[in-house]
Each structure stands twice: as structure tokens, then as C-alpha cells.
């Protein structure tokens, strides 16, 4: 069988951003000529680049990458074949909940899996530059003896640039079941005519 060759979408979404290879290098702390031998190909991200690509451009980290799916299906990418188990713990490990960012036509909507937060323990601030929602868990000593343990309370911030503009004073957030709904508004700016000399 044919290797399957995998391209990253480093550049697509880069430009969907408007942003030089530069200031995309300077945001993720890599180098320029990093961030020109993914887009050309040359390379492919280790796993935490590519979590970091995916947290700032707010996508999974399967859609950073053409023809992904069907290359771990085949076995074709073995390091990334557990990607789902592997992003799951690397999240738990590093108090990160996971994150569905979803847009329609009038709204952007984002969930976050917040089990064990109370609404007074989670914020959400919104500017132009995207969403900070933040929880807050103030650590306590327990007075019990662990035998085994796989989540720890902890206090986490998640950054989410977002692809539009939004209303900020129409946002709307609620909790239920464990989930984070923050539901952002579209400002939808009308046409200006442009007068032609």
C-alpha cells in the first residue's frame, strides 16, 4: 500500500485569520522557519504543537490535518492512532476541559465541559481578541487517604479567538448537566456602498 501523504492546514487557517507567518510564529512562541516547513510540508508538528495549533485556531486537533481520519484507519500514522485516549488524558492531565466551538448563522456557540464547577466558579470574559473562560477551585487538604486517584479539582483558563465579530453585551452562558453553553451573538455589519470616482 501506498503511504498516505498527511498535510497540515497550518496555512489555510493562518490566512482565515489574516495573520503573517510571523505573528503566527511570535502567538504559538515557535520560530518563523517552523511555522514555514510545517505549511511547505517539510515537517509534521510533534503532538504538543499540534495541540497548541489546535487550542489557538479552536479547532480539534483532527481537523488541523488533511486526509487524517482515513490515514490512522489505515494505520498509516501509528504515533497518532490513540489520538482520541492520548488528547483525553493530556486534557484531564493538564486541568483543560475539553471544548466543542460550534457557529451558526446568527450565533457562535461554545461548550465546555465543566463537571464539579458551580457557576460562581467559572467566569467568561469576551473582547475583541476572542473568549477567556476561566474556572476557579480553591485547593483544600483532604483528609483522605487516596488508594487511587484520576482527577484532581484544579482551576483552569481556556483561550478561544473567535471567527467573527460578536454582540459582547448579548452573550448569554448557562450550566446544566455539567456543560458550559456560551452562546455569542454575531454583529452582522450591513454593506457600504463604496462611491466609485
Avoid at 469576551?126 to 482527577?151: M, N, P, W
Wanted: glycine fraction near 6%; aromatic fraction near 6%; charge should be negative.
Amino acid at each position: 500500500m501506498e503511504p498516505r501523504h498527511i498535510h497540515i492546514r497550518i496555512r489555510s487557517l493562518r490566512r482565515g485569520r489574516q495573520l503573517t507567518q510571523e505573528e503566527l510564529a511570535e502567538a504559538l512562541g515557535l520560530s518563523r522557519q517552523s511555522i514555514n516547513a510545517l505549511e511547505a510540508g517539510r515537517t509534521q508538528p510533534s503532538l504538543p504543537v499540534a495541540m497548541q495549533l489546535a487550542e489557538y485556531f479552536a479547532v480539534p486537533v483532527r481537523e488541523l490535518f488533511d486526509g487524517f481520519a482515513a490515514a490512522v484507519s489505515e494505520g498509516a500514522v501509528a504515533p497518532w492512532g490513540p489520538m482520541p485516549e492520548v488528547l483525553s488524558r493530556l486534557s484531564a492531565a493538564y486541568g483543560l476541559p475539553a471544548l466543542n466551538v460550534m457557529e451558526t448563522d446568527e450565533a457562535v456557540v461554545i461548550e465546555l465541559q465543566v463537571p464539579g464547577y458551580t457557576r460562581e466558579q467559572l467566569a467568561i470574559d469576551v473582547d475583541d481578541e476572542g473568549v477567556v473562560i476561566a474556572g476557579t477551585i480553591h485547593a483544600t487538604e483532604s483528609e483522605h487517604v487516596y488508594l487511587h486517584r484520576e482527577f484532581t479539582p484544579r482551576s483552569f483558563e481556556r483561550h478561544i479567538p473567535l471567527p467573527v465579530a460578536v454582540k459582547r453585551d448579548r452573550v448569554k452562558a448557562a450550566v446544566r448537566d455539567g456543560i458550559l453553553t456560551v452562546t455569542l451573538p454575531k454583529l452582522h455589519q450591513s454593506a457600504t456602498r463604496v462611491v466609485i470616482e
